[in-house]
């Protein structure tokens, strides 16, 4: 077997220094900058988070009113967001549930971190529901209205 030999190459001097540069030597990288702007700081909240939500009404009696997803950033989708009714007639969301243990305990799987990604988020998902609501109440009147006597 052939024995390699470890070469090693001249380093090169910018032009004007001395000799030319060695072609051999690959030009010097220049490294990238370190970018200004903290990317997760904690005391920023949620700037232009703008999610787009879709939800489908439920029928019947029962305390949830519609169910759907939400796409935050253009990157991240959360399914199974719920609209429900409060004891206080109110309207409530409720993010996505998973059970924890043998137990019949659940914990939220995806969850805004910060007062005001909660309020952007659910403030977009009950936005949506009133629209399909108010949407569903016309389409019912409208109905309504053209049953002959």
Same mark, same amino acid.
């Given at each position: 077997?052939?024995?390699?030999?470890?070469?090693?190459?001249?380093?090169?001097?910018? /032009? *004007?220094?001395?000799?030319?540069? =060695?072609?051999?030597?690959?030009?010097?990288?220049? /490294?990238? /900058?370190?970018?200004?702007?903290?990317?997760?700081?904690?005391?920023?909240?949620?700037? =232009?988070?703008?999610? &787009?939500?879709?939800?489908?009404?439920?029928?019947?009696? *029962?305390?949830?009113?519609?169910? *759907?997803?939400?796409? %935050?950033y253009n990157a991240i989708a959360i399914h199974g967001i719920t609209v429900v009714e409060g004891k206080a007639q109110t309207l409530q969301v409720r993010m996505p549930r998973a059970p924890r243990g043998a137990q019949t305990r659940h914990s939220d799987i995806a969850y805004p971190? =910060?007062?005001?990604?909660?309020?952007?988020? #659910?403030? @977009? %998902?009950? &936005?949506? #529901?009133?629209?399909? #609501? @108010?949407?569903?109440? @016309?389409?019912?009147?409208?109905?309504?209205? &053209?049953?002959?006597?």
């Amino acid at each position: 077997m052939e024995k390699l030999e470890k070469k090693r190459l001249p380093l090169a001097l910018a /032009p *004007g220094e001395g000799e030319e540069p =060695n072609e051999t030597v690959a030009p010097s990288i220049e /490294p990238h /900058p370190e970018p200004e702007l903290e990317l997760f700081p904690h005391h920023t909240p949620a700037p =232009n988070m703008k999610p &787009q939500v879709t939800l489908e009404l439920l029928t019947g009696a *029962g305390r949830k009113k519609a169910i *759907g997803s939400a796409t %935050v950033y253009n990157a991240i989708a959360i399914h199974g967001i719920t609209v429900v009714e409060g004891k206080a007639q109110t309207l409530q969301v409720r993010m996505p549930r998973a059970p924890r243990g043998a137990q019949t305990r659940h914990s939220d799987i995806a969850y805004p971190i =910060n007062k005001t990604a909660r309020q952007t988020l #659910y403030g @977009a %998902v009950l &936005q949506e #529901y009133e629209r399909l #609501y @108010a949407a569903a109440e @016309a389409e019912r009147q409208k109905t309504k209205l &053209q049953i002959p006597d």
